[in-house]
């Protein structure tokens, strides 16, 4: 099955509904050919509205949207040559699955052989050729969507376009499913935009992942770029599972100082000298008899214990305000951006399996200041190392 790929350029696009409503404000976005790019946010972020604007189910207020090469901004979704794939199937009851996998092939009255063909392909590729003569009710969850898959995959579009496809499959067939998802990308090499909220699922399947916000995309980067470093507040509380843990902060005399604590830094890996906010992923810490023995130690009170197999999460308070990243405004000089303190901070650690660690009792961790993040208090973006600012101006 040969598909073409297509570059999807997105040029300044808005979208403002009756009362002034804008769901998405401004986006300029270039998705390459053959890309699987994930769209990532809470809800409400604009991301299934930018979607819909791509299909043309939704009408730009304003920018243009282009696909290999051609500008549809004002085409219909017939016109534009995409095919979307649902969170609800929206598979036909009455027909079997070879129907309804044909069926958008049939409107277009493509040949009887060739939709045969084509249909024989994607049932072989999704492993459904066992089940071409089901309905859908005779289907579990995943074979269904797998059908919805195959429907939009039989169509040999540009581009596919998924808004939330397994939102409503259980934990482990979503797992399964993106699995199959990545390998079914690899082996077709569509254009292919994806939509959801959750950011694990956007983490394993994206080749970039774009972070929306307020109809804004915060950023848009690889998954390993925005966990390593993510551009503001928002990004970093937003990435990663445990969330990283942001707490008011100064820098001073080669220290980062929160709560009781003062933790020696090394020299030129962090900002200058002043109030920050300082992130901290659960991966930075470790049980002081696990880690490196160069490593700085602190002493916490452990309030909780979470054991996962695999890795344990330790839970304890910091006597240092809690940041609450939902309040930050990225851009500087924004009259709303203030950070909601709350007086102690629960930070997430994960530790090592074989940890000693009980709730209640005290435990002494080691921390790795070199995978420490810094944010400017004000705006919210991420703040550079000395060194790395001294090298941009040069």
Do not use: W
Request: with cysteine.
């Amino acid at each position: 099955m040969i598909l073409r790929v297509a570059e999807i350029v997105l040029d300044n696009v808005s979208k403002v509904f009756s009362g002034g409503v804008v769901a998405v404000d401004g986006v300029s976005l270039t998705i390459a050919g053959g890309e699987f790019l994930v769209l990532v946010g809470p809800s409400g972020c604009g991301k299934s509205t930018l979607l819909r604007m791509i299909a043309g189910l939704e009408e730009a207020t304003a920018g243009t949207i282009s696909i290999g090469e051609q500008d549809v901004t004002e085409l219909p979704p017939r016109g534009r040559d995409i095919a979307m794939v649902f969170q609800s199937y929206a598979l036909y009851p009455h027909m079997t699955v070879r129907q309804n996998l044909g069926y958008g092939l049939k409107v277009r009255k493509t040949p009887k052989r060739e939709i045969a063909e084509r249909v024989d392909r994607a049932a072989q590729l999704l492993g459904l050729d066992q089940l071409l003569d089901r309905k859908p009710a005779a289907l579990s969850g995943g074979q269904r969507q797998r059908v919805a898959m195959g429907r939009a995959i039989v169509r040999e579009p540009k581009a596919f376009l998924m808004d939330e496809p397994l939102s409503n499959l259980d934990a482990k067939l979503r797992v399964s499913m993106r699995a199959q998802l990545a390998a079914l990308h690899s082996r077709l090499a569509t254009t292919t935009i994806y939509v959801t909220h959750d950011q694990i699922e956007a983490m394993t399947l994206g080749q970039r992942v774009a972070v929306m916000r307020d109809g804004r995309i915060q950023q848009a980067d690889t998954p390993q770029e925005l966990y390593a470093r993510p551009a503001n507040l928002f990004v970093a509380a937003f990435i990663g599972s445990p969330a990283m843990n942001l707490v008011e902060a100064e820098i001073a005399g080669g220290q980062l100082r929160f709560g009781d604590y003062a933790i020696p830094l090394a020299g030129g890996s962090t900002p200058p000298d002043g109030q920050v906010i300082a992130g901290l992923r659960p991966e930075a810490f470790e049980d002081a008899a696990f880690a490196e023995p160069d490593l700085p130690r602190i002493d916490v009170k452990v309030e909780v214990v979470e054991e996962l197999g695999a890795d344990t999460h330790v839970l304890f308070t910091v006597a240092a305000p809690r940041v609450e990243a939902s309040e930050v405004r990225e851009a500087a000089g924004d009259e709303d951006a203030a950070l909601t303190a709350v007086d102690g901070s629960l930070f997430t650690a994960r530790v090592d399996p074989g940890t000693s660690a009980r709730p209640g009792a005290p435990l002494r961790l080691a921390v790795d200041p070199s995978r420490f993040h810094y944010f400017d208090r004000e705006t919210g973006l991420r703040l550079e190392p000395a060194r790395e600012l001294a090298t941009v101006a040069t």
